[in-house]
């Protein structure tokens, strides 16, 4: 009875604790179709705009507001977030997420009062292209951000609900980066991790001196898994292209380069081949990846103002 009970009392749990954050913060979200405030209604789980448009929330604890089952998905179904929810919990990503919950606390330091203007205003984080979460919440741990109030935003509905199985004060949507349903300067520092950029949507609701942070993968990135797919060296991640294409569309502060090596267990290996959509449609030797030593993390960061 009572394990038939229990998972119930979670997601109820989940849809209050969304509800509270969504009233704490009213006139941030706005309305995918006519971009008017986007606001609980009263007494119940749904959030209206002005002209009638209505979005129930899950009760898995997010807001869909792009209706109709989310993005599609592409590369980018649920054995991803899975896959990645796991490689998370190895701890690989633990010393990258640290670094860019530092980065954030130094970039949002300085114009600290100026961005309060005398009143206590909380600041504002959205993690743009969210996935299962993980940075997210990673950052929403750091002493450094304890007075922001973080948003995690994805177009797949399958990693938004794995991200509200997070035990943390995260706003989690649905929705689409290029049309961000947010008011115009909602966000101070707006997070973005190997996902495409909005340059202009991010622009529009980034705070006058908000700032982005953009990670993209570095040249080495998972290399050893690049290997075994057979991609040539040629063909590396990051670098060039890339970050020239991010420089293009941004006044950049900061640039740092996170890089270095795990050990994955046996049983780790296994994980690590859906994690990324570098694999998809690549076959890996099992014996192969067995052999596997070691896998590269490295990532580029490019911190800056959206032009
Ligand atoms: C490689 S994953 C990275 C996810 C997460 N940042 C991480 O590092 O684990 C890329 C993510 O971008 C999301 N994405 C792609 N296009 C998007 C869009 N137009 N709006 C919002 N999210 C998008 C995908 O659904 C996917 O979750």
Known sequence: MLEQKRPAQA?????????????????TLACPDCGAALLLARESSALRCARGHCYDLA????????????????????????SRRAVFGFGFYEEAARRLAALAGEL???????????????FRALDAGCGEGYYAFALSRDASLSA????????S???VAAAAGYAADIAWIVGDLARPPFRDGAFDLVL??????????????LAPDGVLIKVLPGRDYLQELRALCGYQDRERGGGGEAAAHCERHMRVTERARI??????????????????????????????????RRITIDLEIIAGRPL
């Open 59 to 82: 009760r898995k604890g997010y807001a869909n507001l792009l209706g109709r089952g989310g993005g599609a998905r592409g590369v980018y179904g649920p054995a991803l977030f899975a």
């Open 108 to 122: 949002l330091r300085p114009g600290e009062a100026a961005r309060r203007g005398g009143a206590a205003r909380p």
């Open 11 to 27: 997601k109820i749990g989940k849809l209050e604790r969304l509800k509270t954050l969504l009233a704490r913060d009213p006139g």
């Open 192 to 205: 973005n991790v190997l996902s495409p950029a909005g340059y202009a949507a991010f622009r529009r609701i």
């Open 157 to 159: 509905k399958d990693a």
């Open 259 to 292: 890089r270095y090596v795990c050990a994955p267990q046996a049983e780790q290996k296994k994980a690590l081949p859906a994690m990324t959509p570098l694999t998809a449609g690549k076959h890996i030797d099992p014996a192969a990846l067995e052999t596997l």
């Open 148 to 155: 922001c109030r973080f948003y995690g935003l994805d177009l």
